[in-house]
């Protein structure tokens, strides 16, 4: 069922590089799950995006003043979000791990983190999850606004460990990079499309049932497996 027949254009935030959910082939195209499933809803539900890689943290902001219309991020649904968001129905269930470098063989545990450094993307679960247990475990934190710098600091040996979400994690892993994870997968929880709170209501629910339709058509289970099906 189509929610809306004129095709309005909404401009959608989103990261920068965040795969499989988000990143650029060989032209330069913003490909992945959330830009897929985006652009299919989109096409059934006769809306027009206009995409915004931002980052993360500043899509967040992006939604907050009202730049953009809606985020789409592997962003996950968390009660204090809840409160400045609303969020479609969930389209994924993530969570998040560490991961150390592939030749690390001195950290084994969180317990192994005593006096080391730990990195994160800002503004994610896994940088609010790290803040939680820093003291517990006596490690430092190291923040960074995109992934790309986040998996480059474990190369060149500017933090010990990393925690992200674990898909993106074994996507990596699948592409080559020497990391492996540590410990169980931690903060499991709900991937959604968001729009600030009280916003756009149009929006969420043209995704919402376009969602619905993927689903049923299996046109979803057709675009996560084009993007997961080598990974671990
Ligand atoms: N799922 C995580 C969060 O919402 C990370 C999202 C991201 O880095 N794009 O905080």
Redesign the pocket.
């Known amino acids: 069922q189509k929610i809306h027949a004129e095709n309005k254009v909404y401009k959608v935030g989103t990261?920068l590089t965040?795969a499989p959910?988000?990143f650029q082939n060989d032209s330069g195209e913003y490909i992945g799950i959330d830009i897929d499933l985006l652009n299919t809803i989109a096409k059934k539900q006769n809306f027009t995006v206009d995409l915004k890689p931002l980052g993360?943290n500043s899509s967040v902001q992006a939604v907050q003043s009202g730049q953009v219309n809606a985020m789409i991020?592997?962003?996950?649904v968390?009660e204090e979000?809840k409160k400045s968001f609303d969020f479609s129905n969930p389209y994924f269930i993530?969570g998040?791990s560490m991961a150390v470098h592939g030749d690390n063989t001195e950290i084994k545990s969180y317990d192994d983190l005593k006096g080391k450094v730990v990195a994160v993307?800002t503004?994610?679960?896994?940088?609010?999850y790290v803040d939680k247990i820093k003291d517990k475990y006596g490690f430092t934190v190291k923040s960074y606004d995109s992934?790309d710098a986040l998996y480059d600091v474990i190369n060149v040996g500017g933090a010990d460990a990393i925690f992200?979400?674990y898909p993106?994690i074994d996507y990596s892993i699948t592409k080559g990079k020497s990391l492996k994870r540590v410990g169980d997968i931690q903060e499991r929880?709900d991937?959604a499309f968001a729009v600030k709170k009280g916003t756009n209501q149009e929006l969420v629910k043209m995704f919402n049932e376009g969602l619905k339709e993927l689903k049923q058509t299996k046109e979803y289970d057709g675009i996560i497996a084009k993007y997961t099906s080598n990974s671990s």
């Open positions: 990261d965040f959910f988000e993360f991020a592997g962003m996950s968390t979000r993530g998040i993307k503004g994610t679960v896994s940088a609010n992934a992200d979400d993106i929880c991937y």
